[in-house]
Nanobody, 121 residues
Framework: QVQLVESGGGLVQPGGSLRLSCAAS????????MGWYRQAPGKQRELVAA???????NVADTVKGRFTISKDNAKNMVYLQMNSLKPEDTAVYYC???????????????WGQGTQVTVSS
């Protein structure tokens, strides 16, 4: 099994910054992609940003230029640096990784428990 532990959420004023971290551990053979999603009350979960094993990134238009995704392969960690936060960024943020646990296993997505980000004055 694979476990994901997120940290870094909290309450921040508009225009402020937060950095989310997600650590993956367990039976990991390879991590093929890592990403952050968010879900606001009454809305569907949406992709915020993703990064592949090769380092290519995909960032949602709504956060482009304000959020940056990065990873540390040695530590199996992914980060989301969030700057110029807006009230509409308020949501539960989830970490997700696409992992193979053995050389012959199929890729499977794992999810963290979520961390609350609230942007309010």
């Amino acid at each position: 099994q694979v476990q994901l532990v997120e940290s870094g959420g909290g309450l921040v004023q508009p225009g402020g910054s937060l950095r989310l971290s997600c650590a993956a551990s367990g039976s990991i053979f390879s991590i093929n992609a890592m990403g952050w999603y968010r879900q606001a009350p009454g809305k569907q979960r949406e992709l915020v940003a993703a990064i592949t094993s090769g380092g290519s990134t995909n960032v949602a238009d709504t956060v482009k230029g304000r959020f940056t995704i990065s990873k540390d392969n040695a530590k199996n960690m992914v980060y989301l640096q969030m700057n110029s936060l807006k009230p509409e960024d308020t949501a539960v943020y989830y970490c997700s990784v696409a992992v193979t646990t053995t050389p012959s296993a199929y890729e499977r997505d794992y999810w963290g428990q979520g961390t609350q980000v609230t942007v309010s004055s």
